[in-house]
T-cell receptor, first 110, second 117 residues
Framework: KNEVEQSPQNLTAQEGEFITINCSYSVGISALHWLQQHPGGGIVSLFM???GKKKHGRLIATINIQEKHSSLHITASHPRDSAVYIC????????????FGTGTSLTVIP | DSGVTQTPKHLITATGQRVTLRCSPRSGDLSVYWYQQSLDQGLQFLIQYYNGEERAKGNILERFSAQQFPDLHSELNLSSLELGDSALYFC???FGPGGRFYNSPLHFGNGTRLTVT
């Protein structure tokens, strides 16, 4: 069983659409990271969350600790948002561990 | 630019060989994390160093080892390479040690693409 489940696996949207990507995890975490990976392979960290909500430009990330669920929203999507989005659950404690979702491949069509 | 430098960008080698991947963290960051991304396994956490000491271990094979030097750069050594070790290897750095209360954002390098033939 995966500690982190991410959905959907693939997403195609028209430019301007509102997009939501979901991430669920199975145990308590210290932080949840949302990562963006472009076709060239490079990874950019978008958000690190341990509670509540964060916003950066057109991107919004939320986390519900009780429900063990996080969402990444993209408002007014643009073709340059096309990338793979990965959630990563960070379990701190006696030993740090990262568990990654399988990623959501987003394509935004002009 | 994340400020994290990984070298080399590409590496092609034969089975049974040994390679060393290098990572220089962003200035001021004390933690270095290593990750492997393969087509069939996705991203996996390998190991973390904080201020020169091993902090956490993930799915790192015994054939792999790492260290962090006094200047905080880190090296990942992969030996007795197998075809299945072909992957993208990323390092990331952060300021804090992680744990339950000392989380800080991650800064990723551009990765080293390893091809084992």
């Amino acid at each position: 069983k995966n500690e982190v489940e991410q959905s959907p696996q693939n997403l195609t949207a028209q430019e301007g659409e509102f997009i939501t990507i979901n991430c669920s995890y199975s145990v308590g975490i210290s932080a949840l990271h949302w990562l963006q990976q472009h076709p060239g392979g490079g990874i950019v960290s978008l958000f690190m969350l341990s509670s509540g909500k964060k916003k950066h430009g057109r991107l919004i990330a939320t986390i519900n600790i009780q429900e063990k669920h996080s969402s990444l929203h993209i408002t007014a999507s643009h073709p340059r948002d096309s990338a793979v989005y990965i959630c990563a659950a960070f379990f701190g404690g006696t030993g740090n561990q990262f568990y990654f979702g399988t990623g959501t491949s987003l394509t935004v069509i002009p | 630019d994340s400020g994290v430098t990984q070298t080399p960008k590409h590496l092609i080698t034969a089975t049974g060989q040994r390679v060393t991947l290098r990572c220089s963290p962003r200035s001021g960051d004390l933690s270095v994390y290593w990750y492997q991304q393969s087509l069939d396994q996705g991203l996996q956490f390998l190991i973390q160093y904080y201020n020169g000491e091993e902090r956490a271990k993930g799915n790192i094979l015994e054939r792999f080892s790492a260290q962090q030097f006094p200047d905080l750069h880190s090296e990942l050594n992969l030996s007795s390479l197998e075809l299945g070790d072909s992957a993208l290897y990323f390092c990331a750095s952060s300021f804090g040690p992680g744990g339950r209360f000392y989380n800080s954002p991650l800064h990723f390098g551009n990765g080293t693409r390893l091809t084992v033939t």
